[in-house]
């Protein structure tokens, strides 16, 4: 996969909220943020770590995701950074160099999927990886305190949300509560000119693209992408082979 690539834009809607209204306020942020404080001289407040430097550019953190899909795919996992020399120097800080932005499939957890430990990836997971402003803020916390320079939007292979919400589409299935958020937010990615399989899975792989799109838009994300220290990517999980490819 490479950091260079298609980058989409969408129109901001009046109706659209800013990034940062209230989502980086209250109690949740505050415990975040007192994770990573203090970083001191631990071996993550200086990004080492015990097999080598830890990524600080969009290419250098897409090259480790990249190596870490192929040890788990051909199952060679390390599974890294779990010591108890680690979990003792995490107590001083974080240093995450990617955020995963996934769906809450329990087939698809990012740490194993990327083969990496504790401390490395700042995970966020949606049905979907639909978009509001808890995940917003999240991503948001991610990137602008803790500088990490690649975001990930992480789909998949026979999603469940993006299933069911093309059936709620269709009139088969009406989705109770706050699932029906899911449906309005996922519907733009439907292709009804397909049908069947096909329209799910050319669903899951656009649904990725819009999410990124809108992500790569954000003022504050823009701005970094602009300068060089930030890359926004869309990629897909294939459950069949645990190959993580790029999309563009």
Not at 10 to 28: D, E, H, N, S, Y
Not at 87 to 94: I, M, P
Not at 125 to 148: H, K, M, N, P, T
């Amino acid at each position: 996969m490479s950091v260079h690539g298609e980058r989409h834009r969408v129109g901001r809607t009046p109706a659209r909220r800013g990034l940062f209204r209230g989502a980086l306020t209250g109690a949740a942020v505050a415990v975040c943020a007192g994770l990573a404080a203090g970083a001191g001289s631990t071996v993550y407040g200086s990004r080492t770590r015990p097999h080598g430097p830890r990524p600080t550019t969009p290419e250098a953190a897409l090259r480790e995701l990249s190596a870490g899909n192929l040890r788990w795919r051909t199952l060679h996992e390390r599974h890294p950074d779990a010591t108890r020399t680690v979990r003792t120097a995490l107590v001083g800080g974080q240093h995450p160099f990617a955020v995963v932005l996934g769906c809450v499939d329990s087939r698809v957890p990012p740490e194993l999927v990327f083969d990496q430990g504790l401390g490395d990836l700042m995970t966020v997971r949606s049905a979907g990886q639909v978009l509001d402003e808890a995940v917003l803020g999240s991503i948001a916390f991610g990137v602008v305190e803790l500088g990490i320079p690649l975001i990930v939007v992480l789909g998949h292979q026979s999603c469940g949300a993006v299933t069911a919400a093309i059936r709620a589409a269709e009139g088969a299935w009406e989705m109770p509560g706050h699932m029906r958020y899911l449906v309005q937010q996922i519907r733009p990615a439907i292709d009804r000119a397909l049908v069947g399989d096909a329209r799910i899975d050319a669903a899951v792989t656009e649904n990725v693209r819009l999410v990124r799109a809108r992500l790569a838009a954000e003022p504050e994300l823009a701005r970094r992408i602009a300068a060089g220290k930030l890359a926004v990517i869309g990629a897909r999980y294939e459950l069949t082979s645990q190959r993580v490819r790029r999309i563009g």
